[in-house]
Each structure stands twice: as structure tokens, then as C-alpha cells.
């Protein structure tokens, strides 16, 4: 199970989607997670439940290359 994970990182999940990618860009990370598919461009929306569930394994790719976010 994931528990950490910000706006901006890449995760992959449990079930592939049906265009057949399995990896998503989160959007969106409050009550409800948006998912942005990297294969189809689709976007979906969970609950925090339900993606904590769905979710596999994050790929924080993006936060370190990202200076806005850098922390002191
Ligand atoms: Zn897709």
C-alpha cells in the first residue's frame, strides 16, 4: 500500500487502464485524486480511499526536478 505521494508524481496501478497504459500523473491531490493516464491523456478522479487502493507503486520522477516545490 502507498502512503506517500504529491501532486505531480507519477504512479502506476494495480489494474492497467483500458487503453492499456498503467502509469498516471496525479493532477490532483486533496479529498479526491485526479489522474491524468500518460498513455491516453484520459483523466479520472478517486477518492483517497479508493486510489490508496488502486495504487501500486509511485514514481516520484517530477518532484525533485521541480524547484517551485523545493523545500528550505
Ligand atoms: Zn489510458
Known sequence: ???????????????????????????RNGA?????????AHIVMLDRC???RAAKRILPIERSENPIE???
Open 70 to 72: 523545493e523545500k528550505e
Open 50 to 52: 479508493d486510489f490508496i
Open 32 to 40: 479526491d485524486i485526479k489522474l491524468k493516464c500518460m498513455k491516453c
Open 1 to 27: 500500500m502507498i502512503n506517500d505521494f504529491a501532486l505531480g508524481d507519477h504512479v502506476i496501478m494495480r489494474k492497467p487502464h483500458a487503453c492499456g497504459g498503467n502509469e498516471w500523473l496525479i493532477i
